[in-house]
């Protein structure tokens, strides 16, 4: 049994301590998930502080057939979801301004890139964003993808293709993909 | 990653740069979970209902109940540092750092004691002792370091011999600290609980006193 098994275990007989050491280890990707699908700030933690007593409520029922981090996001991606649809509801003015595209190697504009990135990103169809966060702020697999929203591996694939080539445009970026694919195919630079 | 991730790196970093929560966000956040794990009265009421069947193999009529012990309390031999927690009888007030009964219910048992019914929490190197109706805790017996010691000493547990008990402990479980897993058990005395090695009979490894 690995130390993490142990300390999963140890929190599901309601050791406090176990409990507590779980939830600071994956804290900081639980909370990057829910503000990248939430993007409001202030909304994403709200959705932070609900996945994490979620994750708590839920503890007992965890069963060890997934990874438990992958369980863990899971319940992220819930939370955050249900607090996108609970803004939904909420008008929010739709500006059309245009993305600054990511300056390069300027480490100074870095907070102006992260809200540009944050910007694209609301721009991104939910459930290309979701696919997208899962798969390079969670680091799951494309079949982890697959199970968590309940969708076949090639809907990962393409949502994850689509999304990538959309938050590079918004952005002003070439995706690499694309420009790769145009470029094997003989099309336009 | 074992599929072709093409995304610009310095978009990837972007992505990935979420600014970092103030120390006292992420404690609030984690303290509000960890308070979910206190459960409700009336859930702690539908667990120990849960636990009903069980429990009622469990119980100890102790109140009014002569206890016939081959040994008396004062023939006990404690282990070095041995400590017997005592309440106050009436229970007191409880404390709000230590009311709430934490836990699963698998792992949990109930038992009466002087009319009171408690209930035994198992948690790793301890068992909590709650009164039911309040939820107070009433006090913890630790085994930890008297298993340290063992596994320290080698002396290694004996599975197949277990102690004679006149009265049928309370509880029999076990557990581990670093090596070999142990047998104990919760055995009732004159004034409360005591917990023991199944191997090494009528040495107490801690014990408490129950209102």
Sequence with gaps: MTHDELL?????????????????????????????????SDDADDATQMALIAIVRALPSFDGRSKFSTWVYRIATNAALDEVRRIRRRAIPHSDETFSSLPVNDDSAAVDAQ????????????????VLVLRHIADLE??????ILDI??????????????????????PDPAAERQTKETGGPP | MSEN??????????????????????DAHISAALAE??????????????????????????????ISRQQSESGRRPL????????????????EESSGIQGDAADSKEITFNGDTYVLVFRDDAVDVFQAVEECLVGTLSYRDAMLERDKESSLPHP????????????????????????????????????????????????????
């Design chain 1, 8 to 40: 999963v275990r140890r929190a599901q007989r309601g050791d406090q301590k176990a409990v507590d050491s779980l939830l600071r280890q994956h804290y900081d990707t639980v909370r990057a998930v829910c503000h990248r699908i939430v993007i409001n």
């Design chain 1, 115 to 130: 809200l540009a990135v944050s910007a694209a990103l609301s721009k991104v169809p939910e459930e290309f964003r979701v």
């Design chain 1, 142 to 147: 494309y079949d982890e993808i697959a199970v």
């Design chain 1, 152 to 173: 076949p591996v090639g809907t990962v694939r393409s949502r994850l293709s689509r999304g990538r080539t959309q938050l590079s445009e918004l952005l002003g970026n």
């Design chain 2, 5 to 26: 991730d093409d995304l610009d790196p310095a978009l990837l970093r972007h992505l990935r740069d979420v600014p970092p929560a103030s120390a006292s966000m992420r």
């Design chain 2, 37 to 66: 794990m206190a459960p409700s009265r009336s859930a702690a009421i539908r667990r120990t209902r849960i636990l009903g069947g069980v429990a009622a193999a469990m119980v100890l009529t102790l109140g009014g109940v002569a």
């Design chain 2, 80 to 95: 070095n540092g041995v400590t017997t927690t005592t309440m106050p009888k009436g229970g007191g007030d409880c404390a």
């Design chain 2, 160 to 211: 197949t011999h277990k102690c004679g008990y006149l009265t049928e402990p309370v509880a029999r479980f076990s557990d581990e600290a670093d090596g070999d897993p142990y047998n104990l058990v919760l055995v009732q005395t004159d004034d409360g609980l005591s917990v023991e090695f199944d191997d090494i009979c009528d040495v107490s490894i801690d014990a408490i006193t129950l209102p």
